[in-house]
């Protein structure tokens, strides 16, 4: 099976700058923990304690990533995420005790990328950040075409568009990346040890359902009826595929 995906140059990797990276969360131990999970020279951390913080550094300089807690006083880690999408498609992990599919989902609809629950292992962490900074530079040299075509449904990829159905429709990052795997593979299933592989960038962890979270918003966005899909199907016991008829 050939599968069309992402590739990496990350080769002038250790001449690089380091990723910046702005942390929010109002437990200084655990903002001190991930400061020395990411303690290295390819990491420069910025510590905030509240999402008011957190938005005043966002906007004063340049970051590569955001993780923010969900509970935090003034401005809650939600209400952070949202208008940090309005105006950057930069990368934001929710950090949050609440492991709920309510709260999952609320992330993703306000535009987060990824969710890591407390308590987390600081391994766990590191690999998480290090996949997403690879997805990222992954982004700039694609083997796929820039404009996808399935049915009713266009991808273009160099302007981060979509529309079904001569409707444009707004995705989150995630879902836009998720989406254009799917559709640059048409009619090829993939598990979900495969999607986190190739999607994610990092080994599956079989207790999370964030490939089922992702796939059930994006059907809200791009089906006529999301509990009766016709583009993202269901490969009962292997997986989902996207229809390329």
Known sequence: MRVVRRTTDRANDDDAAPRRILVADDDPSIATLIQITLKDSRYEVVATTNGLEALKAFDSAKFDMVILDVMMPYIDGFEATERIRAQSDVPIVILTSRDGTDDIVHGFELGADEYITKPFKT?????????????????????????????????????HRVSVRGKEVNLTPMEFELLYFLAANAGQVFDRETLFREVWGYEYVGETNLVDVCVRRLREKVEIEASRPKIILTVRGVGYKLTDA
């Open 123 to 159: 391994v766990e962490l590191l690999a998480r950040v290090e996949a997403i900074l690879r997805r990222v530079e992954g982004y700039k040299n694609r083997r796929a075409p820039p404009i996808v075509r399935v049915g009713e449904l266009e991808i273009d990829e160099p302007r």
